[in-house]
């Protein structure tokens, strides 16, 4: 079969593949330039055109895994404010996409927008419903030139690692089709095994009774209380959502609940601040990044949206919150029930109940390796993993010399905390684009590196290729 080729091939069509996709296609971002640079930047829109750009994915639409969890879990509005998407030409996009359609009483005004420390516009601090954020994405990705590829991928190789003369050959479907790239980009989103706490270990996976989260379907219609172990939004939002479906449920957590707009400190979002942060996350070695990672999480949190809502099902009695390690308790059982033992961290036993199914949704620890395509990659060109993360370039390569980049939560050991937010993922993938030289243009002194050399070299079948096209202070 013959191969397709590409000059960037994009692993993932979630948030983190689509913001590569924008900034590898965009000519320059509204919010990082003058205009002198936009000037120069019009004078190179032909040769930016060039660009051969391919998204790969298992699934045949973008952003199914968000579409899917936000349908599991009834999600009416994201948790990132209306500045964090994945266009990468201007900030405002979501907003301005959402007043061009008459849609703004789709952005829920919170709190947390009236805070006065914050250095935006307010209305770029309201939170999108998922909705408007699905359709702006739907529209962004028809709005950028590409070829969707729906398959599965088996492995990724090159003739020479050291070298971009020889492009990656992408495989799919075991062989069975073949497409070439001078860059990949892996945005693969978060990998690893779901935590199961050692006290749930004696139920089988396999078991109706012991479920994740993503399984609700699984949840039996004479299930009437039901156990929920976690301490963050996804565990309070399984919660509610059984309420809704009739269910009563017992929400267990180690520690209370942590009422915060958002999952990392508001200092990573905060133009004045960010830049200091990441400046001080970079310049640490890599055992003080990994717990600063886990540190600006804090072990999970809850939106003061949500937790108006798990007070309300607290009153009417359908939901019930306690402290503790929960545990399966071995004793006979009696009507089929699960017996559930809380105890304190010194083990000491304060209370037991029962119930027809235990829910977890206590996150997930990073292992790169779980993700077969980072695996086959990490055969060909072995890396270090610390925690469970790559640990990649400056510049998010995978190593040196290597036009293998990643962006979003695989790059966490280098982008931050905020590496899986849609924040982090925006800048990541400015990051990528700069490295590939697709912004080169924006400098008063254009340089040309090696990828863009063979980009251009490989356009010889244009017949209306122009002086300007060639110019080395105008190329892209």
Not at 122 to 142: G, H, I, K, Q, Y
Not at 296 to 322: F, N, Q
């Amino acid at each position: 079969m013959k191969e397709q080729n590409y000059d960037v091939c994009i692993i993932g069509s979630g948030p983190a593949g689509l913001a590569s996709l924008s900034a590898v296609r965009e000519p320059y971002s509204l919010d990082n330039v003058d205009g002198t640079q936009i000037n120069r930047r019009n004078h190179s829109f032909k040769v930016h055109k060039r660009l051969k750009v391919c998204v790969v994915d298992v699934n045949d639409s973008w952003l199914h895994s968000w579409k899917k969890n936000f349908e599991t879990l009834d999600i009416e509005f994201l948790r990132s404010p209306a500045l964090a998407h994945p266009d990468n030409f201007d900030q405002n996009a979501l907003l301005a996409y959402a007043v061009a359609n008459n849609r703004t009483d789709e952005l829920l005004d919170t709190v947390n927008a009236k805070n006065e420390k914050l250095f935006a516009p307010m209305n770029l601090w309201n939170l999108p419903s998922t909705r408007l954020f699905l359709d702006f994405c739907e529209n962004l990705a028809d709005s950028l030139d590409h070829d969707y590829i729906q398959g599965h991928i088996s492995g990724i190789t090159m003739k020479s690692p050291d070298t971009l003369r020889h492009p990656f050959r992408v495989e799919l479907e075991n062989g069975r089709r073949f497409l070439t790239a001078k860059a990949v980009i892996l945005a693969t989103g978060p990998n690893g095994r779901s935590t199961v706490p050692p006290g749930f270990q004696s139920i089988p996976r396999d078991s109706a009774r012991l479920l994740s989260w993503t399984q609700l379907n699984r949840v039996l219609p004479d299930s009437n209380r039901i156990l929920v172990v976690g301490g963050g939004l996804t565990a309070v939002q399984v919660a509610l959502k059984l309420i809704k479906l009739g269910k009563t449920c017992i929400l267990c957590s180690r520690r209370p609940l942590v009422e915060k707009h958002f999952d990392i400190g508001l200092e990573w979002f905060e133009l004045r601040t960010a830049a200091k942060r990441i400046s001080d996350f970079y310049y640490q070695d890599i055992a003080d990044r990994l717990t600063a990672l886990k540190k600006a999480r804090g072990g999970g949190s809850v939106p003061p949206l949500y937790m108006r809502e798990v007070e309300k099902a607290e009153c009417s009695g359908k939901l019930r919150r306690i402290v503790g390690e929960a545990r399966h308790d071995i004793r006979p059982e009696q009507n089929g029930l699960l017996n559930i033992a809380v105890t304190t961290r010194e083990n000491v036993e304060i209370d037991s109940f029962c119930v027809h199914q235990i829910v977890l949704a206590c996150g997930i620890e990073p292992d790169c390796r779980q993700n077969p395509v980072v695996k086959s990659v990490l055969d060909t060109w072995p890396i270090p993993i610390q925690g469970g993360l790559p640990l990649v370039t400056d510049d998010l390569r995978w190593k040196a010399k290597l036009p293998l980049y990643v962006v979003g939560s695989l790059g966490a050991l280098n982008t931050g905390p905020d590496a899986g937010n849609l924040m982090g993922i925006r800048r990541a993938a400015q990051l990528v684009s700069d490295s590939l030289e697709c912004r080169c243009c924006l400098r008063e002194k254009a340089q040309v590196n090696p990828f863009e050399a063979l980009l251009l070299g490989d356009s010889t079948d244009d017949d209306d290729s122009t002086d300007e096209d060639n110019s080395s202070d105008e190329d892209d």
